[in-house]
């Protein structure tokens, strides 16, 4: 996701990928925010975040435009939690096997997509 996002804010991608490494599976295997949800906030931050506490517009929208994203996903998904988006406990190496012989990659991208479309549309309308 925040590769995706990274191309279009033209940050370097290889950086952006590091970043995004401990996002998988709810964010470190542990089944929270999915990686997707929590890389397009990521880069709603870093469109409209601010550098200091002062700068309180800038969270408010930045927040605004984070809670639409997450609004928008919860209404597709019923949840942002990775654990009840895909059924499994990734912390379980048995649960990590059944990710893979279900393709779930496949489901997964589903969610980035859904995301980056999102974070897209609220990064045009500023």
């Not at 990521?42 to 309180?56: A, D, I, N, Q, V």
């Amino acid at each position: 996701m925040i590769k995706i996002l990274g191309e279009d804010l033209n940050f370097d991608k290889t950086q952006a990928m590091k970043m995004a490494t401990p996002f998988g599976g709810g964010v470190a295997r542990w089944g929270s925010a999915c990686g997707a949800v929590v890389g397009g906030a990521m880069g709603l931050g870093f469109c409209f975040g601010s550098t200091r506490g002062e700068e309180k517009e800038n969270r408010e929208k930045t927040y605004a435009k984070v809670q639409e994203m997450i609004r928008e996903f919860e209404k597709d998904y019923n949840t942002i939690q990775c654990k009840e988006l895909i059924q499994l406990n990734l912390l379980d190496p048995a649960d990590r096997k059944k990710f893979q012989e279900m393709n779930m990659r496949k489901r997964c991208a589903e969610f980035v997509a859904k995301c980056a479309d999102s974070s897209r549309k609220l990064v045009k309308e500023k």
